[in-house]
C-alpha cells in the first residue's frame, strides 16, 4: 500500500508540481478578474473649495451636504461585496461650476476611508441617481426672534409678568433664498415655567421694600434658536441684547391699603333730570363715612394683582366709582375702581423702575426708550388687574341701588358677618 502512495505522490513530481502552481496562479488571475455590481446607500458627500461668496443649502458646517449619494459600484468581486457606506466617501469641487449642475460622481471623487481598500484599483464604474448640486449667493441678515410666553405652569407662589426684551435680532448668513425667506417668518422662542423652580424664585428676592416682582434672567444654556435650514441643532444667540433676556415674575400676596377710599358717584347727563346730586345723595353708614365732606369707604382694604410698587404709587390716587341710572334700566349700580390722574401715576411708575434697573447700563437709548414703554404697559396691566379684598378668602362686593332718594351702598360680605382684614 505504501509503496503505491509513495508512487503517487512522487512519481514524474516535477511535473505535478509546476501543475498546482500553474492552477493555482490561475485561479488567482480568474478571482481578481470576476467582477461584481453593488449598490451602496447613503454615501457622504464633501464639498471642497466652495467660494465665499457662494452658499449651498443643506451644507453642513463640516463641509459634508446634508443630503447623502446612492452610489452603485462595479469592480473587482472580492472587494466591492465587501463595501459598506462608512468605508468611502464622494469629493466634490465646486470652485468652477455653475450655480446649479447635475453633478456626474466618478471614481475620481471617491476617497476610501478603509486604508486596505484602494478604490481607484478596483472601482471599474460608477453610477448614481441624478445628483444636483445648487449654489446660491451667500446672503448675512438679521432675523427677528420673537419670544412668547413661555409654556407650562408657574412656580405656586407667583405669577407670570412679562418677557425681556420682546424681540431679538439673530444674525444668520446662508443661502440667499432661504435667508430672505427665513426674515419674512422670522423665528420664534419659547420657554418652559416647569425649569423654574419656586426656590430659585425665592433666592432672587431682594432686601428692597419693593421685592416682589423678580427679575429671572435666562441661562446661556436656554438661549439657543433652531434655524430651519442649518441641520447642526439649535444655534447660540448672537444678539447682544439678549444678556438681558429674562422673565418677571409676580410674588403673590395681598398688600394691605392703609387709607381709606373716596367714593365718587358719576350723574350721567342724559339721567340727570331725575337723578342728580340734589335727588338722589350719597347715604352714610358702617363703612360710608363722611370726611371733610368727601364720602369715603372706611374699611381696611387688601389689594391683590398687583405689586408693592403699584400699591405705594397709586395709593392716594383711588377711588370707588359708582355710575348711577334709573331702576329701569338697572336695579344694582355699576361700580368700579377708579385711578386720578393715572397718566402723570404711570409717569412715576416707569421713571422709579428706569432708576432702578441695572441692566441699563450699556443700553441704547432707543432701547431705554423701549424699556420705558416695556414698564408703561406693565403699569396699564396692573390698572386693569388691581382687585380689592375685604380678606384673604373675600373679595370686595358692592351692590348700590337707588332707594328713598338715596343711593345706599351696601356690602353683601359683611352683612353675612364675614369679617374683614382688621378683624
Do not use: C
Amino acid at each position: 500500500m505504501e509503496p503505491l502512495i509513495s508512487h503517487f505522490f512522487f512519481y514524474q513530481w516535477q511535473k505535478k508540481l509546476v501543475a498546482l502552481v500553474t492552477a493555482t496562479v490561475i485561479w488567482i488571475f480568474v478571482s481578481h478578474t470576476i467582477t461584481s455590481t453593488k449598490t451602496i446607500p447613503s454615501v457622504p458627500v464633501r464639498v471642497i473649495n466652495l467660494p465665499s461668496d457662494k452658499a449651498i443649502p443643506g451644507l453642513l458646517p463640516n463641509g459634508f451636504l446634508a443630503k447623502r449619494a446612492t452610489l452603485t459600484l462595479s469592480g473587482t468581486k472580492s472587494v466591492i461585496e465587501q463595501l459598506e457606506p462608512g468605508d468611502l466617501e464622494v469629493i466634490i469641487d465646486v470652485s468652477n461650476r455653475a450655480n446649479e449642475e447635475i453633478v456626474q460622481i466618478s471614481k475620481k471623487n471617491l476617497i476610501s476611508l478603509n486604508p486596505d481598500v484602494n478604490l481607484n484599483k478596483h472601482v471599474a464604474a460608477v453610477s448614481h441617481p441624478e445628483f444636483v448640486i445648487k449654489m446660491d449667493e451667500m446672503l448675512t441678515e438679521k432675523i427677528p426672534i420673537t419670544i412668547h410666553r413661555p409654556i407650562g405652569e408657574v412656580p405656586k407662589g407667583y405669577e407670570f409678568l412679562d418677557s425681556w426684551p420682546i424681540v431679538l435680532m439673530q444674525t444668520v448668513s446662508g443661502p440667499q433664498d432661504q435667508v430672505l425667506n427665513l426674515k419674512n417668518q422670522g423665528l420664534e422662542l419659547t420657554f418652559d415655567f416647569n425649569e423654574i423652580s419656586k426656590e430659585q424664585l425665592d433666592a432672587l428676592q431682594s432686601t428692597s421694600p419693593y421685592d416682589d416682582e423678580i427679575n429671572f434672567y435666562i441661562p446661556d444654556a436656554w438661549k439657543k434658536v433652531s434655524i430651519p435650514f442649518l441641520a447642526r441643532g439649535p444655534v447660540a444667540l448672537n444678539d447682544p441684547e439678549s444678556k438681558f433676556l429674562h422673565l418677571s415674575f409676580l410674588k403673590q400676596q395681598l398688600i394691605p391699603l392703609k387709607n381709606d377710599l373716596p367714593l365718587h358717584v358719576y350723574y350721567p347727563l342724559k339721567y340727570s333730570d331725575e337723578i342728580n346730586p340734589n335727588t338722589y345723595a350719597l347715604a352714610t353708614n358702617d363703612y360710608v363715612h363722611m370726611k371733610n365732606h368727601i364720602p369715603i369707604l372706611k374699611l381696611p382694604l387688601l389689594a391683590s394683582n398687583v405689586s408693592k410698587l403699584f400699591v405705594e404709587i397709586v395709593k392716594d390716587n383711588l377711588e370707588i366709582e359708582i355710575v348711577t341710572a334709573p331702576k329701569t334700566e338697572r336695579r344694582k349700580l355699576e361700580w368700579g375702581i377708579g385711578f386720578i390722574d393715572d397718566s402723570h401715576l404711570e409717569d412715576t411708575y416707569a421713571a422709579f423702575l428706569l432708576s432702578n434697573t441695572k441692566s441699563n447700563n450699556g443700553y441704547s437709548q432707543s432701547k431705554v426708550q423701549e424699556r420705558e414703554k416695556y414698564f408703561r404697559q406693565r403699569f396699564r396691566n396692573y390698572m386693569q388687574r388691581l382687585t380689592l379684598y375685604l380678606n384673604p378668602n373675600q373679595k370686595l362686593e358692592l351692590e348700590s341701588s337707588l332707594k328713598e332718594q338715596e343711593i345706599r351702598i351696601k356690602i353683601p360680605a359683611l352683612s353675612q358677618g364675614v369679617p374683614t382684614n382688621a378683624s
